[in-house]
């Protein structure tokens, strides 16, 4: 049994769901758990209708025409007397009831944004039974258990593990089994979601779960890469990769996996394949378990970076009890440290910038020091670094703040 991921751009329009429907087929007589993301910019699409309902604005035209969008594709791949156009209306019919809740704004958030992968998994689900596949349509939160924390809900995985059986059954009787990304429920019944880009991380559960033989990610890209290819054009395609330099990437900021995707698959060492679903021939990256020998340079920016440094008033050094003031300012206030470094008199740290953050850090840190900050910045780290990148990034112009071990070169760089 494998896994298959596939992410919003993937089923953006009618092609792109006809170009799935490819992918698959070609592995009919495989048994596997298709994950599905919400189409396109459905996600960022009903995060900006609830933004209006919460502002009190109208919001209807805007879910008018995330509906009629859904409606185009369906008019493309169904006769018009096909009963998915009713179960997709009925979701977005189902949008202005959540809207209306009395409730939190995360809870009320994960009620609205979930419907985007309910919707394209039905709509995916009725493709391939249309076109005779034996096919069923799971809806994931009767497997994936999490906490109560939303928009950002922790997996349970022993509640999730009970619910294995859910999933065997229909494999039992169905050769494919589609279901949702990036949502949830909680031992209450309510819907939550796993963070934004959340799909592949569900992958990696369904995939634990169930002890598949793979994991695959289709993606826009032709596998993981060493560098971003808008940046960097000679970037190249990793044929394979252990799965600690995978996580360290989305660690430094890589944005080709979602960070938590790793640890379930590698707990239990099922691999992980990144391949292109626009040329499915390529055969992409193969994240695994155990050493590579000889790996490039990897390269990942980080940008809308800030650099925030506490200097000692007096004539004193910066002690282990102001270290600990500062973290317990940066953990209280949870933010992520992405580089730091000190010296006598001095304790800097980088951040993402994020100006209501920031700025009430620096209003807290100014109670026992000097506080400056830059902003923005781009933090470029490369991985396994050779004497040709070394020699690049430290002579970069803009450079703010350098640091090295033996394997990981940092810099800090303005203007870029
Ligand atoms: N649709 C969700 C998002 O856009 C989850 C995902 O795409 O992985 O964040
Ligand atoms: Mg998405």
Known sequence: MQVFKFGGASVREAEGVRNVGRILFAYADEPLVIVVSAMGKTTDALEH???LSVRGEDYRPALNTLHQNHRDILLALFPTTHPVFAEVAAYFDGLPAHLALKASYDFVYD???SVGELVSTTILFHYLRLHHASVA?????????TDGTFREGKVRWKETEKNRNVVTDLLAQYKWVVTQGFIGRTEKGETTTLGRDGSDFSAAIFASLLAAASVTIWKDVPGVMNADPKRLPSAVVFDQLPFREAAEMTYYGANVIHPKTIK??????????VRSFAQPDLPGTRIREGRVDFLPPLIVFKDNQCLISCKVTDYSFVTEEQLGFVFSVVSRLGIKINLMQNSAIS?????????QKVTRLIEELSQQFEVYYNTPLTLITVKNYDAATQAK???MPGLVLEQSSRSTLQVLVRGL
Not at 137 to 145: E, S, T
Not at 264 to 273: G, V
């Open 347 to 355: 304790f800097s740290f980088c951040t993402d910038y994020d100006e």
């Open 393 to 395: 990034y430290q002579r």
């Open 264 to 273: 379930p698959l590698a707990n239990r060492q099922i691999p992980l394949f």
């Open 111 to 113: 009620q609205v944004v």
């Open 49 to 51: 209708v609830l933004a």
């Open 137 to 145: 349509w799971l809806d994931a939160r009767r497997v994936i258990r």
